[in-house]
């Protein structure tokens, strides 16, 4: 497939949703400030004694002498200061070296970390801080955060956010071609039998819509429940087939669309996987299940 309803916007701004789908979001990092500590160094204290009573005129040897005395021992205690100031100095351990500041966490250069752990062996793990959710991708997606994709032209609007692609640039005359893409749609309090419905056929009305046309009769997709998170959740879903315009590029024969909803505190989480069917190079329709399987709520 192209880039949906020839929409597609790396690295942009979230997209406004409309017919039940709110607006997306956007996140801000602080990144920490250090403190710069002063300090003041005390004033040195000096040494001093008073002058001797001054002496008899007739004793003027004696005071000489007595004032060569005094000078004699003042340089001689300086002497015994500086000396035991430099013994010190020589004794005293050099300064243990600071060492250098910790590395920047992933998060400090305002791009955030969307990888976590993988609870499927093999796969890549990962999350939504914005959605509260988790889930586990096979190789082959382009992992990079932030970025949202759908149709916001044409009679149906839906736009999934913290979009990943499979396989980008499949068809590589088709500028923005891939082979899939999932990401969550933001419904709030919506019931997630509804949420995971209207999700699936929205995008299988948008993706199916020829350009200046009236879109296609698709009836209500069923809901199921599917176990998620381990199986120790239960999540509504949805699956709709479909088939692309004859005039998008990079077509494939059919589109396989699955949603997962369920409640997740006092919100609805929905998740959206699109992929195309029925070329050499799709995801396996088993590898999106387990996809779906792999949702869970971040702890």
């Known amino acids: 497939m192209s880039n949906p309803g020839g ?14 789908f709110p607006q997306a979001y956007d996140q801000q990092y602080q990144q920490p400030f ?34 060569a005395l005094v000078i004699v021992i003042a340089v001689g205690i300086t002497m015994l200061f500086v ?9 005293a351990p050099p300064p243990a070296p600071t060492s250098a500041p910790p590395p920047p966490s992933p998060s400090s250069s305002g791009v955030p970390d969307n990888k976590t752990e993988s609870t499927t062996p093999g796969w890549q793990g990962l999350k939504s801080i914005k959605d509260g959710a988790a889930y586990d991708i096979p190789a082959g997606f382009d992992t990079k955060p932030g970025r949202s994709a759908g149709y916001d032209e044409g009679p149906t609007k839906v736009i999934m956010h913290e979009s ?20 969550f749609v933001t419904v709030d309090q919506m019931a997630p039998e509804e949420a995971a419905m209207k999700a699936a056929k929205a995008w299988a009305i948008a993706g199916s819509t020829e350009k200046d046309t009236q879109p296609p009769q ?21 699956t709709v087939t479909f088939t692309s315009p004859a005039s998008e590029e990079c077509r494939a024969p059919n589109v396989l669309v699955l949603s997962a909803a369920f409640k997740n505190g006092d919100k609805t989480t929905c998740f959206l996987i699109t992929v195309d069917q029925g070329t050499p190079d799709s995801l396996p329709a088993e590898d999106a299940k387990k996809i779906i399987a792999s949702l869970r709520p971040l702890k």
């Not at 403190?35 to 007739?58: D, I, N, S, V």
């Not at 000396?83 to 004794?91: F, G, I, N, P, V």
Request: hydrophobic fraction near 25%; glycine fraction near 14%.
């Open 34 to 67: 250090g403190q710069t500590q002063q300090y003041q160094l005390e004033p040195q204290q000096g040494f001093g004694g008073y002058p001797p009573p001054e002496p008899p005129k007739k004793k003027t040897g004696l005071w000489i002498a007595a004032v």
């Open 7 to 20: 929409q597609g916007w790396p690295n942009q701004p979230q997209q406004p949703y409309q017919q039940g």
């Open 164 to 183: 990943m692609t499979y396989k980008a640039g499949a068809c590589p005359e088709s500028r923005g071609s891939n082979r899939g893409r999932l990401g």
């Open 218 to 238: 698709i009836a209500d997709p069923p809901v199921s429940q599917v176990p998620i998170a381990g199986g120790s959740l239960q999540a509504s879903s949805s």
């Open 83 to 91: 000396l035991t100031s430099k013994d010190e100095q020589r004794a």
